[in-house]
């Protein structure tokens, strides 16, 4: 039980679009999603925590202009990189907590999104 | 910010158990610790988490000091499989908030 999936897995974008990534929890309600980015070789970073029907809160640092965050159902949160450069090349992953699985957080398997 | 301190890298032989510590010197009282493990890009999976008494399930034991500023996670027979980074992390009492620190690569060597 606790899965949660990405999509896509991998996505190559040109400059300046905007690319949108999926989170589903498959098996369970996530009332809290949480999204992160982690570069090669670093530990992973916490940039924003959504809860399903609310404003997302961003960590300091974050642009949440750039980064838009869409939890509008228990089941799925949206990650949208607005006009997207080469430096927001990066792996994201997202995490998601409910009910009745505890204040684990489960990941999803990440997306590898590379910007040229 | 992460709250833990970790060694940057261990590597452990095939069988033998694997012990991983973490320092978290200001926890306070009501605060869990929490272990995951991320093998090479892939998302983290969840191994265990405790308060203040020791803890274990199928995965790996958790060993938590009296005064709960530090902690060991035991796998008690590695396998190549569990080569991956360790993260230990101290969840905050407010907010259900993860911050990973640098974690320990671990290396379980044939």
């Known amino acids: 039980g606790a899965v949660v999936s990405q999509h896509p897995s991998w996505v190559i974008c040109k400059s300046g679009t905007s690319v949108k990534i999926e989170c589903r929890s498959l098996d369970f309600q996530a009332t809290t999603m949480f999204w992160y980015r982690q570069f090669p070789k670093q530990s992973l970073m916490l940039m924003a925590t959504s809860n399903e029907g609310s404003k997302a809160t961003y960590e300091q640092g974050v642009e949440k202009d750039k980064f838009l965050i869409n939890h509008a159902s228990l089941t799925l949160s949206t990650l949208t990189v607005t006009s997207a450069h080469p430096e927001d090349s990066s792996f994201y992953i997202c995490?998601?907590?409910?009910?009745?699985?505890?204040?684990?957080?489960?990941f999803g398997p990440g997306t590898r999104l590379t910007v040229t | 910010d992460a709250k833990t301190t970790q060694p940057t890298s261990m590597d452990c032989a095939e069988g033998r158990a694997a012990n991983l510590p973490c320092n978290h010197s200001?926890?306070?009282?009501?605060?869990?610790v929490y272990w995951y493990r991320q093998i090479h890009s892939q998302g983290p999976q969840y191994i265990i988490h405790?308060?203040?008494n020791n803890e274990t399930n199928e995965m790996a034991s958790l060993i938590i000091t009296e005064d709960r500023k530090s902690s060991t996670l035991i796998l008690p027979h590695a396998t190549l499989r569990d080569t991956a980074v360790y993260y230990c992390i101290v969840r905050p009492n407010t907010g259900n908030q993860f911050y990973f620190g640098t974690g320990t690569s671990l290396t379980v060597i044939p």
């Open positions: 405790g308060l203040k």
């Open positions: 995490s998601a907590n409910g009910q009745g699985i505890g204040y684990e957080q489960y």
């Open positions: 200001t926890i306070s009282g009501n605060e869990y």
